[in-house]
C-alpha cells in the first residue's frame, strides 16, 4: 500500500525553526517528484517546494524563498522541509505530495502553527 506519513509539525514561536519530514512507502520513491503544499484556513492550497527525483533542481514559492529548504534522502524515501524564520503567515496544514506519471499520492497533512 502507499504511504506517507509526515511529522514534526507543532507550535512555534515567531523567527522560530521546524523540521517536517514524510517517510514514503509502497511506491519507487527515487521515480517521484517530491513536494510540500501547505492550506491555511479559507485560502487555496500552494505550493511550498519541490525537488525532483535525481539531482539538485529544486523550486520554492516566493514567501518562502530563502527561508525554507526541500531536501530528499532517496536511500531512506524520506523528504524534508527545513523551516527557518517562521512568522505567522507561515500558519498552515502542510502535506508531503509524490508525483511520477499519472500517478498522484498525498499525506495526511500535519498541523503548524507560528505564534507568541
Known amino acids: 500500500q502507499v504511504q506517507l506519513v509526515e511529522s514534526g509539525g507543532g507550535l512555534v514561536q515567531p523567527g522560530g525553526s521546524l523540521r517536517l519530514s514524510c517517510a514514503a512507502s509502497?511506491?519507487?520513491?527515487?521515480?517521484?517528484?517530491m513536494s510540500w503544499y501547505r492550506q491555511a484556513p479559507g485560502k487555496e492550497r500552494e505550493l511550498v517546494a519541490r525537488?525532483?527525483?535525481?539531482?539538485?533542481?529544486?523550486n520554492y514559492a516566493d514567501s518562502v524563498k530563502g527561508r525554507f529548504t526541500i531536501s530528499r534522502d532517496n536511500a531512506k524515501s524520506t523528504v524534508y522541509l527545513q523551516m527557518n524564520g517562521l512568522t505567522p503567515e507561515d500558519t498552515a496544514v502542510y502535506y508531503c505530495?509524490?508525483?511520477?506519471?499519472?500517478?498522484?499520492?498525498w499525506g495526511q497533512g500535519t498541523q503548524v502553527t507560528v505564534s507568541s
Open positions: 525537488k525532483l527525483n535525481f539531482g539538485a533542481s529544486t
Open positions: 505530495n509524490a508525483k511520477y506519471s499519472r500517478y498522484n499520492y
Open positions: 509502497g511506491f519507487t520513491f527515487s521515480n517521484y517528484v
